[in-house]
């Protein structure tokens, strides 16, 4: 696939996807003969990977380093393993906080219905 059906695809500009294989966030792309990005299904799944957990709110820093333990090969499966750990703690801690937020919107906009409900006349 071209930049140009991935960044369509994943809803991530070009240059998005060009700064995140400069940064190693992204592990090289195959290139075609004449130097042009053609993204296979690998890079694709890393691309989704990384929306996926930017989605998230995980850290570049973070995945690089992530990207970086998966690029030095199979002993290093425990640090990534450790690392995402690490990150869905962070996550999971993200989730309650906003969870509780919205308990204290729904309050809030209740409060306000049942002003609206005991002031209105006919």
């Known amino acids: 696939m071209t930049i140009s059906e991935v960044s369509g695809k994943y809803g991530m500009t070009q240059d998005t996807l060009r700064y995140y294989e400069r940064v190693g966030l992204l592990p090289p792309v195959p290139r075609k003969p004449s130097g042009v990005r053609d993204y296979d299904n690998h890079s694709c799944g890393w691309v989704e990977f990384i929306r996926c957990m ?45 969870q509780a937020t919205q308990a204290r919107l729904e309050s809030k906009i209740a409060h306000y219905e049942n002003i609206n409900k005991t002031t209105e006349t006919l």
């Open 54 to 98: 930017r989605s998230a709110g995980l850290p570049v820093e973070t995945l690089i380093e992530y990207v970086r333990l998966w690029q030095e090969g199979p002993q290093t499966q425990a640090a990534r393993k450790h690392l995402l750990i690490d990150e869905k703690q962070r996550l999971d801690k993200r989730i309650a906080e906003m």
